[in-house]
């Protein structure tokens, strides 16, 4: 009578003991690799919840301060800052005031922070246009690219004058980062760090952020963001912008291009970040809000796959909370 082979090689064994699991993991995530994206209203005398994004708010000039301090208390490791102006035109003009909603903003920031996290402050036009691009556009109503990075250098200028330690280049223009490198360098500013938006899709998933930017878009950003059927261009659109100067490139959206982020990180000598953006966020919230998923757990699990996938650092409207989570130790 034979018996049953009993196995030898029993993977099951390190996954037996909530301790063991600890032990062995392959993937870890810690408070300081998470960026909280924050939106600053102007105009605005208390903190304004998104509908589409539940948990987060415009946040006043006053609110901001503490809302800093409870995220570097966290131990989150830098802030982004975006600017939701009164007023705007076809040039963006608001981006380049010195007195403008994102650099006063950013100037707040800086002086909360104290140092204990990065602030970073959103590099492009589209919050402060009236037509809603990322760029000036044409007399045929396209997006003139090279007319557009004359106003990102006047706005990295600004930023870098604000205090903001790092600019993300998120517009998508082709020569972007070179050309704000070249002026930050040429205007003293030479230690500001450029984190570019590299692989940023032309994605669906970005409709709440439209909403907390109150955006003013009509037609897509289908001539400069990404195709999303693309993944060598994602590569390609990283290791451009690492020749061209950048100290940090981000893929976003990150859940839906996982790949595109592998790729990215494979290849990349230097940083690789990800956005798990609005249309992520919220699309957990709500099905967590219907009972459909265990929430705390399809949080944790979604960051854990974009860290997984290569990234760095992630930038996450749970930064705090996860930080919480994480620093007692409340991952299970």
């Known amino acids: 009578m034979t018996s049953t082979p009993v196995p030898r090689i029993r993977p099951r064994r390190l996954r037996e003991t909530p301790a063991l699991r600890r032990l062995v993991s392959e993937t870890r995530l810690d408070p300081a690799e998470l960026v909280l994206p924050m939106f600053v209203r102007e105009g605005a005398?208390?903190?304004?919840?998104?509908?589409?994004?539940?948990?987060?708010?415009?946040?006043?000039?006053?609110?901001?301060?503490?809302?800093?301090?409870?995220?570097?208390a966290a131990g989150v490791g830098g802030v982004m800052l975006f600017g939701v102006p009164e007023v705007r035109d076809a040039r963006g003009s608001g981006a380049t005031d010195p007195d403008g909603i994102l650099n006063v903003a950013t100037r707040i920031a800086v002086e909360a922070a104290?140092?204990?996290?990065?602030?970073?402050?959103?590099?492009?036009?589209?919050e402060f246009t009236d037509h809603g691009h990322c760029g000036v556009l044409d007399d045929r109503g396209r997006v003139d690219?090279?007319?557009?990075?004359?106003?990102?250098v006047a706005m990295a200028l600004e930023q870098a004058r604000a205090g903001s330690e790092l600019l993300g280049l998120s517009?998508?223009?082709?020569?972007?980062?070179?050309?704000?490198?070249?002026?930050?360098?040429?205007?003293?500013?030479?230690?500001?760090?450029?984190?570019?938006?590299?692989?940023?899709?032309?994605s669906a998933f970005y409709g709440p952020f439209r909403d907390a930017v109150e955006s003013t878009?009509?037609?897509?950003?289908r001539s400069y963001q990404l195709d999303p059927g693309n993944r060598r261009e994602g590569l390609r659109e990283a290791l451009l912008d690492i020749e061209e100067g950048a100290d940090i490139v981000m893929v976003k959206p990150a859940g839906s291009y996982l790949d595109v982020l592998a790729d990215v990180a494979a290849a990349s000598d230097v940083p690789v970040w990800a956005y798990q953006v609005s249309g992520e966020y919220a699309m957990i919230e709500a099905a967590a809000a219907h009972g459909w998923i265990d929430r705390k757990r399809a949080v944790i699990e979604?960051?854990?796959?974009?860290?997984?996938?290569?990234?760095?650092?992630?930038?996450?409207y749970w930064a705090v909370e996860l930080a919480e989570w994480i620093r007692k130790g409340d991952l299970a």
């Not at 415009?58 to 809302?67: C, D, G, I, K, M």
């Open 45 to 72: 005398t208390s903190p304004l919840p998104i509908a589409s994004m539940p948990g987060v708010v415009q946040h006043t000039l006053e609110s901001l301060p503490q809302a800093v301090a409870d995220a570097a």
């Open 114 to 126: 104290a140092g204990s996290l990065v602030v970073q402050t959103d590099l492009c036009l589209d």
């Open 145 to 152: 690219n090279d007319a557009t990075l004359e106003r990102y």
């Open 171 to 202: 517009g998508m223009m082709d020569g972007q980062v070179a050309a704000v490198r070249d002026a930050l360098d040429a205007g003293g500013h030479t230690d500001t760090v450029l984190m570019a938006y590299s692989a940023k899709y032309a």
């Open 217 to 221: 878009l009509e037609g897509d950003r």
């Open 302 to 316: 979604s960051v854990r796959s974009i860290k997984r996938a290569g990234a760095d650092a992630v930038l996450t």
